[in-house]
Protein backbone atom coordinates (compact mmCIF):
# COMPACT_ATOMS: atom_id res chain seq x y z
CA UNK A 1 0.00 0.00 0.00
CA UNK A 2 1.13 3.70 -0.81
CA UNK A 3 -0.34 6.77 0.62
CA UNK A 4 1.34 8.93 -2.77
CA UNK A 5 -1.86 9.81 -4.65
CA UNK A 6 -2.07 11.71 -7.47
CA UNK A 7 -2.89 15.30 -6.46
CA UNK A 8 -5.59 15.95 -9.08
CA UNK A 9 -6.94 12.55 -9.73
CA UNK A 10 -6.50 10.98 -6.12
CA UNK A 11 -5.60 7.73 -7.80
CA UNK A 12 -2.55 6.19 -6.22
CA UNK A 13 0.61 6.42 -8.10
CA UNK A 14 1.77 3.35 -8.00
CA UNK A 15 1.48 1.96 -11.17
CA UNK A 16 3.49 4.53 -12.56
CA UNK A 17 5.77 4.76 -9.74
CA UNK A 18 6.38 1.42 -9.43
CA UNK A 19 9.10 0.84 -12.07
CA UNK A 20 10.34 3.86 -12.85
CA UNK A 21 13.79 3.95 -10.78
CA UNK A 22 16.08 2.58 -13.83
CA UNK A 23 19.06 0.74 -11.93
CA UNK A 24 21.78 3.10 -10.77
CA UNK A 25 19.72 6.15 -11.80
CA UNK A 26 20.56 9.27 -9.95
CA UNK A 27 18.52 11.51 -8.50
CA UNK A 28 18.72 14.25 -11.16
CA UNK A 29 18.42 12.39 -14.08
CA UNK A 30 15.59 10.59 -12.30
CA UNK A 31 13.40 13.65 -11.68
CA UNK A 32 14.52 15.59 -15.13
CA UNK A 33 13.15 12.63 -16.56
CA UNK A 34 9.80 11.73 -14.83
CA UNK A 35 9.28 15.54 -14.76
CA UNK A 36 9.52 15.85 -18.26
CA UNK A 37 7.39 12.51 -19.21
CA UNK A 38 5.07 13.06 -16.41
CA UNK A 39 4.15 15.99 -14.70
CA UNK A 40 5.35 17.97 -11.59
CA UNK A 41 3.10 17.39 -8.78
CA UNK A 42 3.97 19.80 -6.78
CA UNK A 43 6.03 19.53 -3.97
CA UNK A 44 8.77 16.90 -3.65
CA UNK A 45 6.68 13.40 -4.63
CA UNK A 46 9.72 12.85 -7.12
CA UNK A 47 12.11 12.90 -4.90
CA UNK A 48 10.67 11.28 -2.16
CA UNK A 49 9.68 8.54 -4.42
CA UNK A 50 13.52 8.13 -5.22
CA UNK A 51 14.03 8.04 -1.60
CA UNK A 52 12.04 5.39 -0.58
CA UNK A 53 13.30 3.21 -3.42
CA UNK A 54 16.80 3.96 -3.54
CA UNK A 55 18.08 5.73 -0.16
CA UNK A 56 15.54 5.16 2.36
CA UNK A 57 18.26 6.46 5.28
CA UNK A 58 18.08 9.74 2.98
CA UNK A 59 15.63 11.52 5.23
CA UNK A 60 16.89 14.73 5.03
CA UNK A 61 16.47 14.96 1.35
CA UNK A 62 14.05 17.07 0.72
CA UNK A 63 15.46 19.65 3.56
CA UNK A 64 17.83 20.01 1.29
CA UNK A 65 16.81 20.22 -1.86
CA UNK A 66 15.05 23.24 -0.39
CA UNK A 67 17.99 24.70 1.22
CA UNK A 68 19.28 24.21 -2.48
CA UNK A 69 17.07 26.33 -3.79
CA UNK A 70 14.01 24.66 -5.32
CA UNK A 71 10.42 24.50 -3.86
CA UNK A 72 9.42 20.97 -5.79
CA UNK A 73 10.60 18.14 -7.92
CA UNK A 74 11.02 20.38 -11.47
CA UNK A 75 13.81 22.88 -10.19
CA UNK A 76 16.11 20.62 -8.77
CA UNK A 77 17.11 20.00 -12.37
CA UNK A 78 17.78 23.18 -14.42
CA UNK A 79 17.83 25.41 -11.42
CA UNK A 80 20.38 23.63 -8.32
CA UNK A 81 21.85 20.75 -11.21
CA UNK A 82 22.22 21.96 -14.18
CA UNK A 83 23.54 19.57 -17.37
CA UNK A 84 27.15 20.16 -17.50
CA UNK A 85 28.98 21.94 -20.08
CA UNK A 86 29.86 19.00 -22.36
CA UNK A 87 26.51 17.93 -22.42
CA UNK A 88 24.91 21.25 -24.27
CA UNK A 89 24.54 21.28 -27.52
CA UNK A 90 24.62 24.76 -29.79
CA UNK A 91 21.58 25.84 -30.82
CA UNK A 92 21.45 26.88 -34.61
CA UNK A 93 18.99 29.31 -34.47
CA UNK A 94 20.65 31.37 -31.51
CA UNK A 95 24.09 29.86 -31.21
CA UNK A 96 23.67 29.91 -27.42
CA UNK A 97 24.53 26.23 -25.70
CA UNK A 98 21.54 24.68 -24.57
CA UNK A 99 20.42 21.40 -23.35
CA UNK A 100 19.50 18.59 -25.73
CA UNK A 101 16.34 17.90 -26.49
CA UNK A 102 16.54 13.69 -25.55
CA UNK A 103 17.87 13.50 -21.91
CA UNK A 104 21.68 11.87 -21.95
CA UNK A 105 22.39 8.91 -20.54
CA UNK A 106 22.88 8.96 -16.45
CA UNK A 107 26.48 8.22 -15.89
CA UNK A 108 25.01 6.48 -12.77
CA UNK A 109 25.78 6.80 -8.89
CA UNK A 110 26.53 4.09 -5.94
CA UNK A 111 23.50 2.64 -4.79
CA UNK A 112 21.75 4.66 -1.73
CA UNK A 113 22.87 7.54 -3.13
CA UNK A 114 21.37 10.69 -3.52
CA UNK A 115 23.90 12.63 -5.53
CA UNK A 116 23.84 13.39 -9.10
CA UNK A 117 26.02 11.72 -11.74
CA UNK A 118 28.48 13.30 -13.91
CA UNK A 119 26.31 15.00 -16.26
CA UNK A 120 25.03 17.20 -13.47
CA UNK A 121 27.13 20.17 -11.84
CA UNK A 122 25.81 22.47 -9.11
CA UNK A 123 24.04 25.48 -10.63
CA UNK A 124 25.79 27.93 -8.44
CA UNK A 125 29.48 26.71 -9.09
CA UNK A 126 28.91 27.21 -12.74
CA UNK A 127 30.06 30.88 -13.38
CA UNK A 128 27.99 32.22 -16.36
ZN1 LIG B 1 7.55 21.81 -9.92
ZN1 LIG C 1 22.32 10.78 -13.66
Known amino acids: ?15 RLGTSVRP ?3 LV ?4 RM ?7 GSFTWAEHYRR ?4 RAVALERRLRSEGAACDCEVPGRVWRLSGSLLVRDPASGLLVEPAAA ?5 TRPASTKPCDNWSLARDLAL
Open 1 to 15: MSNVVHILTRRPLDE
Open 24 to 26: GEC
Open 53 to 56: SRAP
Open 104 to 108: PRCSA
Open 29 to 32: CFLR
Open 35 to 41: VGAQECL
